[in-house]
């Protein structure tokens, strides 16, 4: 395995003082208030910028999200969360209806209807006691309606933060999904978070450009310098002793090329006997995927984790040598918007492969933080594996661009570039 050391700690964060200096500017500004059931407890890549539009955006930055899942129905495990972030939280009982499986079916309009009057209700409540100027949408097709009443009945700058499969795929969600161009016309602004999502918006949704800005997705390198300290002192056996670990990471759904990655893995075997790929994530494809591993016989060269803590994650990041997600696009348009996977990989100083689909291209620069393959070549994703591995000088220079491209995507630099899209509205 080929060690490398990935960033240093003075390289990652700013000084203490700059930090408190930014939180005092960012005080002085009105706050803007970010809606949106996909947040913490709830995992995932928009759950996971949310979140950081709130840690890190001194104190500007409100969430307002829900106490239930809208997919099951079930109460989220928030108290703890929330007791912890204090008033940066604030909950509805749901932002959305429920999905018709969490209903067995029995969705009512009238209560569809009294959902949204309460939540637009509690969205002005937040505003006048928290001075709130701008309304950032985390859900284009159950949010978009809320630009207007809030623009025109309530003053309020509207933006609609966008990361791509919400515009590329329809959901069930019927009038609502038809509306999705107006929604995103009557809003102020537009975030999306790659130039791939930004054309989309344009060419789907007819909007102009002008009102489109683009914030690409960060990563958090504090909390992986914590991570690296702490896995240092105390590691953990992740996966069969003695193997050149391979990571892949995300929910497993076709669209993220897991299939296509452990067809690859034969091939990899053969040049590289000892490799090993962990697969961290739960999924409706999960069935699929393991009865696929088994009849290529790579019970003993392939582990299925199911999901992982954050804890948990950041030890297999430190352990893998190369991370792997081949995504690629469906026939029905389904794909990434972005991959914030990719950076949490670089910010340990590990090279990547990525499909060359979608807003994966923003995230990983062919031969530079990573490889880029056609993810749906099997053959590719195990040559572009295997060059990384075999190749000492390009794990060299991959790793130095990884931690480059991570540095540059740091947290506090998108939000503030978000702020001050929200103030120059």
Known sequence: MIGLRALEPTQRAPPAR????LRSAMSERGKILLVSSNFPPVTGGSATVYENLCLKGGGRVIALAARRDYITGQTLDYAAYDAAAG?????????????PEATAGGGSKWRDLRLMATVLRRIIDICLK????VVC???LVYGGWLAFPLRYMFGRKVV????????TTESAGGFFDRQRGRFLAHAHGIVAVSRFTRDEIVRRMHVDPAKIELISNGVDLQKFVAAKRSSASAPAAVGPPGKRRLLTVGRLIPRKGFDRLIQAMP???ERCPDAHLLVAGDGPQRGELEQLAADLQLTDHLTFLGRVSDDELNRLYEAAEVFALPNREMPD?????????????NAFGKPVVAGCAGGAVDAVTNGVNGLTVNGDSAVEV???ICRILLEPDLYRELSAGAAKVARASDWPLRVRQFLDYCDGL
């Open 18 to 21: 700059v930090e408190v200096a």
């Open 333 to 345: 348009g389904d794909t990434e918007g972005f991959g914030l996977v990719f950076l949490e990989a």
């Open 130 to 133: 928290e001075k709130v100027r």
């Open 382 to 384: 195990a040559d572009a």
């Open 267 to 269: 091939r990899v075997l």
């Open 137 to 139: 949408l985390g859900d």
């Open 87 to 99: 008033a940066m939280v604030q909950r509805v009982d749901l932002l959305r209806p429920l999905t």
């Open 160 to 167: 609609v933060y966008v990361h791509g499969e919400e515009i």
